[in-house]
């Protein structure tokens, strides 16, 4: 942690650290000023100030009316060059990221913790799983295999006629070509594998800058005001530990155990259909060779269950050690086995030819039958954890996490069985795979299209809910009409002005309904998942076949289920290709998908070792060894100010700083979602206890909002806690009409633009005013740790 802060003798300059939110911000538009000079950082994130104000500090005379303006810009950390548009494809592992971070607040249940680490951990396994076994699907079972196997459909893909089993070729054998084939997933668990090792070097791997020590750790001790308990020391949460930033060891146990599980998934995909040949006739291959490979397959994947389910996060301190054993030999095993796997199935097996499809139905039937097993289970640990503390502004009554972790579940599915329908539909031309006689391939696993066929019931099942708050936002926009007049007092209101301000404060509040809206689609998906793998195992055919010889209607509305639903499956997948390839060309698209990242990749990667990046172990340090650094240097007093997303960044910033400096801190909010969102959807890290203790350990915190505004709100601590956070609803508009000061009608600004508000100047120079000088006292020992630290004193020594 950064060294603590000397107490100053006297008030000195005003710093006012400004924190961007989602989107990004330039530091010109942060600072309005179009001469701005980066004063710290690189070009990927970095602190600006204007050009007059480079020597401030020397010239503190200059300051004595307002603060030292300073902006910190990270947007380049979600949204910088081209490769960030790959971010897209691994949407799934960033959703099911989050879904670790949601567990219900908990105490004294240590156990039940680690339980729900486990669980989220390994479905996040079981995504990695179900993209490889796409991956395979596409380029072993449905190229290599099927379409490869079949004279009509090769001779169409002149790129296919060296594995044609028409030409007769070294080539030709079935066994062969599932080896060579198996070179595109393997490259993509490769690919995963680079993608992930590069960003641990650049965000996990930084070490944050240390001081003296932590402070106390408040996870049991910590109560908020008003439970009948005493009161509870100003402490630091979870997200002040030393460790919680820097989760080196655990993201390079998770990657190698992913990538480790990847191989041995393309492993399968190649041995399987090579072992079942040997051991259903006779050859020259002894059928021990297949019976190895797969005793040692079960027990490869023994061992990623128990590196993935053996250790979490340890946030306590600041855990430098590397699994090596693991880290290195088990993706290296891994690999050994799958040459050994290609080398068997290369074998010369004369006579050996593909008919129908792989085996690659079980393994998705097995991968979806677990996640849905496992996401029952996570949910009753939720529940659990959630009646033992039972918090009223909790999402779901606790069952966020699991709603999304099965969304991650379903996403996967969607991108999957996309790629592999689309795949087939090309491949076989203008046939329809699995349709019977019309098709010239088998075409993907059964249980992909009874998948497919029931996203068009989902979609029927959500225009009711959607109908319903479409109603309620119309006559609570009509309810809010007169209140808008009333508030603003007009002699003459205009009604066109009032319902666009009153629709614009009801769609606000839309906002609020999104947990029930989740609740509802993943408790459905949940269902109909289970509905498709009950119709695919027990009819082994597509919907639209399993229906011929039934009434009229059930036939018909099968068919049209499993059309659409493959039209929608092929669609989503187009527009995230779409996506991804307008974002990897244009900066303006990147920045739009940036802002998903944004709020999406704020949490650690402890659930799924590919995700995105987690850009806060880049800001927060960043934030706080600015913070902790001016303020020894200069002894000034600090404001920090953040809006939106940035405003969460400057909590957790000000979790970080020792106490000393943390008690000279003001914290200034706008358009937050600190309690709305995060309060809500994180509460064992935002949650009425952590945000109270906040409230007590930075020397005073304001927070602004708008009843217009569909991000931020109220941080909802009470008087209980100290003097007052909120300040709000603010006005909005700031003017109803014309008038001679504004003779054009101002926007509704909802949650952009809080500075243009007056009340904005006003809290800050509250918040400066109330930051009074503390006595002096000696802290030599304390300027002595501080020498060599970066922002520290200079050493003059010699």
Known sequence: MPPPTETPQSTGPALELLVHGVGGATPQEMLVDPRTVRVTG??????????????????????????????????????????????????????????????????????????????????????????????????????????????????????????????????????????????????????????????????????????????????????????????????????????????????????????????????????????????????????????????????????????????????????????????????????????????????????????????????????????????VALGAVSLGLYRRSPEPRTVVHGLGGPAVAMLACALGGVMSGGVAQRVADWLDGPGSPGMGSGAVIAGPPVLLSWQASVIPVLLVLLLVPGIVLGVRTYLAARRLEPVVDLEYEEARPDAARTKQIARTRATAALTDSAPGMLALVSGATLLLGAAAVGGAWATGQVPGLAMEGSSPFLESVAEAAQSTGSWLVGFGFLVFVTCGRRAYRDASARRTIGILWDVGTFWPRAAHPFAPPCYAERAVPDLTSRMSGWTARTRGRLVISGHSQGSVLAASAVWQLPAETRARVALLTYGSPIERLYGRWFPAYFGPAQLHGLHRSVHCWRNLWRATDPIGGEIRLGEESGPEVDRGPLKDPLVYGRTAEHPLPEPVLGHSDYQADPVFAEERAVLLARLAPALPHQADASRAGLRGVPGGPPDTAG
């Open 42 to 375: 690189d070009a990927t994130a970095a602190i600006y100030r204007r050009a007059g104000d480079t020597d401030a500090e020397a010239h503190p005379e200059r300051y004595r009316d307002r603060p030292i303006a300073e902006a910190y810009c990270w947007s380049n950390l979600t949204s910088g060059n081209g490769s960030r548009a790959l971010w897209l494809l691994l949407l799934p592992f960033m959703v099911i990221n989050l879904a670790h971070w949601m567990r219900p607040a908990a105490k004294g249940r240590p156990r039940a913790v680690r339980l729900y680490g486990a669980l989220v951990r390994l479905l996040a396994l079981s995504l990695t799983v179900l993209l490889t076994a796409a991956a395979c699907e596409v380029a072993l079972d449905l190229t290599a295999w099927q379409c490869a196997g079949v004279p009509d459909c090769s001779g169409r893909r002149s790129w296919l006629g060296f594995l044609s089993s028409a030409q007769g070729g070294w080539w030709s054998q079935p066994g062969r070509r599932l080896a060579l084939a198996a070179l595109v997933p393997t490259a993509l668990v490769a690919l995963l594998w680079y993608l992930s090792n590069r960003t641990w070097s650049a965000y996990e791997s930084q070490r944050p800058l240390t001081g003296t020590g932590p402070d106390p750790d408040d996870s049991a001790s910590q109560t908020a005001p008003g439970t009948g308990a005493g009161p509870a020391p100003a402490v630091r949460p979870a997200l002040g530990r030393p460790g919680f930033w820097y989760g080196r060891r655990l993201v390079a146990r998770l990657r190698a155990a992913h990538t480790a599980a990847g191989f041995l998934t393309v492993t399968a995909s190649v041995t399987g259909a090579a072992a079942r040949h040997d051991r259903s006739a006779a050859g020259p291959v002894p059928e021990v060779f297949g019976r190895l490979i797969e005793v040692a397959l079960v027990l490869g994947t023994l061992v990623v269950l128990w590196v993935v389910c053996r250790r979490g996060r340890s946030e306590r301190r600041l855990d430098n050690r590397l699994d090596r054993a693991v880290t290195t030999h088990l993706p290296r095993a891994a690999l050994v086995l799958l040459v050994l796997a290609a080398v068997h199935a290369a074998w010369s097996r004369p006579g050996w030819v593909s008919a129908g499809p792989l085996p690659g139905d079980v393994t998705f039937r097995v991968v979806t039958l677990a996640q849905g097993a496992l996401v």
